[in-house]
Structures are given as structure tokens and as C-alpha cells.
T-cell receptor, first 112, second 113 residues
Framework: AQSVAQPEDQVNVAEGNPLTVKCTYSVSGNPYLFWYVQYPNRGLQFLLKYITGDNLVKGSYGFEAEFNKSQTSFHLKKPSALVSDSALYFCAVREPDNRLAFGKGNQVVVIP | DAEITQSPRHKITETGRQVTLACHQTWNHNNMFWYRQDLGHGLRLIHYSYGVQDTNKGEVSDGYSVSRSNTEDLPLTLESAASSQTSVYFC????????????FGPGTRLTVT
């Protein structure tokens, strides 16, 4: 089965500093990878995905992610974090039957 | 604008009662999914459907059932609610193309007393 791992439970970053949320994957074949964000008391919102092509994927709210095949990683990045970026972030990988397998999530705290 | 809605947003029920959570999408998506979210467990798939009359079990399907009589709706039924089913439930839908992202509803917070 396909799987993703998010090794950190919480990421703390100062406002204005770069933000990185880590995700590694384990798949057979070519991976379809996704990032979602969840604000308090809300559903998950789609940020971006990698299907094929350019390894740097740009998404919503200024986020981007870099696909690295040799390191089996798909880290989410933002050059300058905002307090409003404080949320729960999920990495996910597509299963062969179109289901998504989610990681456990990373809590991001941006400190003013 | 297309959307996915869930009702009720909050529900308190007693152990042993039957409960149905509604999910409605106007994306005209074939694929629909039900997840539960619990602290420390992330999102876990309960049931899913790839079209009318199609239903499949996910990783935590015991005690839950779904039916798909039309494209727009996938209600989730708890046959006999248990305290272990206290959770936040999310419905999602996606198009049929490989690599399509899922769109999530706002969630239903269910408490079983």
C-alpha cells in the first residue's frame, strides 16, 4: 500500500521566517502527492498536488512544494510565514483505486 | 458555486441510537468518501463510493453503513451508536480522473453519551 509519513508533530516558526513542513512517501510506481490545510473547526482545504512534470509545484496562499524522487520527499514550503498560516497540515498520496492515504498531520504554529 | 455540505454540524446522541449524517455535493462528482478524525489518528477512511449503487468499506467500517442512491448524496449511518464513535466526521468528493483532488465538507462533530 502507498503511504506517507510526516515525521514532526509540531513545527514552530517565527513570523516572516521560512516555513517547511516535511513529508516522505512510500509508493510503488509513480506517486500522486497532495497537501491539504485544516484551520480550526473547518474541513480540509486543498493546497497543491504533484502528478508529473516540474518538481516544484506552486499552490494556494503562497505555498509551494518540492518533489524529490531520490529522497522520496514532498516537503511543503512558504518563503515567509504569516500568523494566519497557523493550522494543521496533511500530506497525502493517491492509492491505485483513487483513495487518498493521509499522513497524521503537522501542527504549524507561527509565532508573532 | 459548487460545494459540499454536511448536516447536522453538531449532534449529541445516546448510546444505542441509530444516527444518520448527511453529505450533499453539487460538484457532480462520482467519487465520495467518509472519514473520521480523532486526535492522534489523523484521518481514517470509513466508507467510499465510486458511483450510484456502489459502496466500499474503508479501514474503520465496523458499525457504519452508507448507501448511494444518487450522485449528490452519501449518507453515513451509525447503526447503534457507541461512545467510541464520538468523533468529527468529514465527507469528501472527487472527480473520476486519476490524480483528482478531494474536496471536503465542513464536518460534523458527533458526541455519543
Amino acid at each position: 500500500a502507498q503511504s506517507v509519513a510526516q515525521p514532526e508533530d509540531q513545527v514552530n516558526v517565527a513570523e516572516g521566517n521560512p516555513l517547511t513542513v516535511k513529508c516522505t512517501y512510500s509508493v510503488s510506481g509513480n506517486p500522486y502527492l497532495f497537501w491539504y490545510v485544516q484551520y480550526p473547526n473547518r474541513g480540509l482545504q486543498f493546497l497543491l498536488k504533484y502528478i508529473t512534470g516540474d518538481n516544484l509545484v506552486k499552490g494556494s496562499y503562497g505555498f509551494e512544494a518540492e518533489f524529490n524522487k531520490s529522497q522520496t520527499s514532498f516537503h511543503l514550503k512558504k518563503p515567509s510565514a504569516l500568523v494566519s498560516d497557523s493550522a494543521l497540515y496533511f500530506c497525502a498520496v493517491r492509492e491505485p483505486d483513487n483513495r487518498l492515504a493521509f499522513g497524521k498531520g503537522n501542527q504549524v504554529v507561527v509565532i508573532p | 458555486d459548487a460545494e459540499i455540505t454536511q448536516s447536522p454540524r453538531h449532534k449529541i446522541t445516546e448510546t444505542g441510537r441509530q444516527v444518520t449524517l448527511a453529505c450533499h455535493q453539487t460538484w457532480n462528482h462520482n467519487n465520495m468518501f467518509w472519514y473520521r478524525q480523532d486526535l492522534g489518528h489523523g484521518l481514517r477512511l470509513i466508507h467510499y463510493s465510486y458511483g450510484v449503487q456502489d459502496t466500499n468499506k474503508g479501514e474503520v467500517s465496523d458499525g457504519y453503513s452508507v448507501s448511494r442512491s444518487n450522485t449528490e448524496d452519501l449518507p453515513l449511518t451509525l447503526e447503534s451508536a457507541a461512545s467510541s464513535q464520538t468523533s468529527v466526521y468529514f465527507c469528501a468528493s472527487s472527480g473520476g480522473l486519476a490524480g483528482s483532488e478531494q474536496y471536503f465538507g465542513p464536518g460534523t462533530r458527533l458526541t455519543v453519551t
